[in-house]
């Protein structure tokens, strides 16, 4: 069985999507149909800013999801999952990719997704650091012992974590971490995503969310929040919902995938993050990618 997946924020890099616009007349559409559904220039961001521009998330969610979305669409019929799952925004990207949501609602919703996200960032002096080398409790027991606001975010591989929070808590974490660590290194992000800072925009969120139409997807979608399978819209969306504050159980979502039948990994969207974390999940899976 055929799995896709698509990646989320921290992927993205200055000149994505350029050379797809410059090569296939579809993805031409898509992105000339995001500028006048965004009411700003995502191109001219994506194509010339710096990493500094992409960095801030009212930039770099949509900037992944256009990338991600017109990358499976230019595959035509070569786009043929049996299942699929997203990191992160990268869910919202699967989504669409498998006629959940259309194109201009997916857009609509991540923009209004990264800018409450923006707001919090704004406001709060939070980030992420990726631990690894360290086991999950030991990360999340160092998380408990530090003053302030630092929790696990993501569950990406084994002795592979991601922490959220505070950044005066995070440095204090990772000075904690590093003696037992491989390495710990701060991530290219703007906030404290999947931890309780993002607790205010949960309901502006939800809003969004039941004001959008979902269809029911045409194959199962494993979800961040407990990396099961789902076709049903309203868990599909209550999900959702919940992955703002909840960790990303990147690990369990794979082994999950594999022990349903998967045995092939197709990444579509910036990098090969995902890839190498199924890799590192399980050796014996076949893993490719569309970037």
């Given at each position: 069985?055929?799995?896709?997946?698509?990646?989320?924020?921290?992927?993205?890099?200055?000149?994505?999507?350029?050379?797809?616009?410059?090569?296939?007349?579809?993805?031409?559409?898509?992105?000339?149909?995001?500028?006048?559904i965004l009411g700003f220039s995502i191109t001219d961001v994506m194509f010339e800013g710096s990493a500094k521009d992409l960095k801030q998330t009212k930039f770099s969610q949509p900037a992944i999801f256009l990338h991600?979305?017109?990358?499976?669409?230019?595959?035509?019929?070569?786009?043929?999952?049996?299942?699929?799952?997203?990191?992160?925004?990268?869910?919202?990207?699967?989504?669409?990719a498998i006629d959940a949501l259309d194109f201009e609602s997916a857009l609509k919703l991540i923009s209004k997704r990264a800018s409450a996200m923006q707001k919090v960032c704004e406001v709060e002096n939070t980030g992420m650091?990726?631990?690894?080398?360290?086991?999950?409790?030991?990360?999340?027991?160092?998380?408990?012992?530090?003053?302030?606001?630092?929790?696990?975010?993501?569950?990406?591989?084994?002795?592979?974590?991601?922490?959220?929070?505070?950044?005066?808590?995070?440095?204090?974490?990772?000075?904690?971490?590093?003696?037992?660590?491989?390495?710990?290194?701060?991530?290219?992000?703007?906030?404290?995503?999947?931890?309780?800072?993002?607790?205010?925009?949960?309901?502006e969120f939800k809003a969004a969310v039941d004001e959008t139409q979902f269809k029911t997807p045409r194959c199962p979608i494993y979800q961040n929040v407990a990396g099961r399978p789902s076709t049903d819209v309203d868990l599909i969306k209550k999900n959702l919902i919940d992955q703002l504050t909840h960790p990303v159980m990147w690990r369990h979502t794979i082994l999950h995938m594999i022990e349903d039948g998967a045995t092939e990994f197709t990444e579509i969207g910036p990098g090969n993050l995902l890839r190498g974390l199924v890799r590192q999940i399980d050796k014996k899976v076949k893993t490719n990618g569309v970037s």
């Open positions: 069985m055929h799995a896709f997946v698509f990646p989320g924020q921290g992927t993205q890099f200055p000149g994505m999507g350029k050379k797809l616009y410059g090569t296939s007349k579809l993805a031409q559409e898509y992105f000339d149909g995001a500028n006048d991600s979305y017109i990358l499976a669409k230019d595959l035509g019929t070569k786009f043929n999952p049996d299942m699929v799952a997203g990191h992160s925004l990268g869910e919202l990207s699967a989504l669409a650091a990726v631990v690894i080398g360290l086991y999950d409790v030991i990360v999340k027991n160092i998380c408990n012992q530090v003053d302030g606001v630092v929790v696990p975010a993501n569950y990406n591989a084994l002795r592979q974590v991601v922490i959220s929070g505070e950044k005066k808590a995070i440095k204090e974490a990772c000075e904690k971490l590093k003696p037992g660590a491989v390495s710990v290194v701060n991530l290219p992000v703007s906030g404290a995503f999947h931890s309780p800072y993002m607790e205010p925009i949960v309901e």
